[in-house]
């Protein structure tokens, strides 16, 4: 949101840069996601009513395994996925579990080239690559993460997360509950009784020169 049609003395809500969450959710409150912003649907009234506009629209778009099968979009698609790479020689290979730190120095230099024409864009600083390797470690699955090559130059990554919110609705962590006991079920629905069924892909890009409009197949 911005204030005042001609000049935007103050922007808002949202983090430092666009790395991490920011602006106000209007459609579809389902349930909290990862990563994204979450509020009440009155939020965008309030600061409506403030004398606030609308700066720029953010949308979340989200893929149904379920009716991909029924469409039959997953063979379909591997089917183009395959032509394409062997087309233009593009390989694509998952993180290397033992050398994270580099893995992600590889997705800082790859993301701050993706993404320098975004909107709000703030390249990505080594101390940020810092935290977001410590924040994301907890439960970060290398199985779904994995960067393309063109030529064996890399050209693009895909970052993906477990949508960990599950865990902690079930868990429930409220005042008065011991932290402790809160873990200890935190613990138990992700890793014992799983009940995580949705992942959420936060970070993607293709470097500017490597991309092309698709063609009419």
């Not at 939020?43 to 149904?64: P, Q, T, W």
């Not at 089917?79 to 394409?84: A, F, G, M």
């Not at 790479?85 to 033992?98: A, C, F, H, L, Y």
Request: hydrophobic residues 40%; charged residues 25%.
């Amino acid at each position: 949101m911005s204030k005042g049609a001609a000049t935007i003395p103050f922007a808002g809500p949202e983090s430092f840069t666009d790395n991490d969450e920011l602006g106000i959710l209007i459609d579809n409150f389902s349930r909290p996601r990862i990563l994204i912003s979450y509020n009440p649907p009155y939020y965008s009234r309030l600061v409506e009513n403030a004398g606030f506009v609308k700066a720029h629209d953010a949308h979340s778009l989200y893929f149904d395994r379920d009716m991909a099968d029924a469409l039959k979009t997953k063979d379909r698609l591997a089917r183009l996925v395959e032509r394409v790479k062997k087309r233009s020689n593009i390989t694509v290979r998952g993180v290397d579990r033992k050398n994270l730190k580099a893995e992600f120095g590889l997705f800082k230099e790859l993301y701050n080239a993706a993404w320098t024409k975004n909107w709000g864009f703030v390249p990505m600083t080594p101390k940020e690559l810092d935290n977001l390797v410590a924040s994301l470690s907890q439960f970060f699955d290398p199985r779904l993460a994995c960067f393309s090559y063109i030529n064996n130059e890399p050209v693009g990554f895909m970052l993906t997360i477990p949508d960990f919110n599950q865990v902690l609705h079930r868990a429930y962590p409220r005042p008065g509950v011991p932290e402790v006991f809160t873990l200890a079920k935190a613990l138990w629905y992700w890793k014992s009784g799983p009940v995580i069924d949705w992942v959420r892909v936060p970070l993607m890009g293709v470097k500017e020169e490597y991309r092309i409009a698709a063609p009419n197949w």
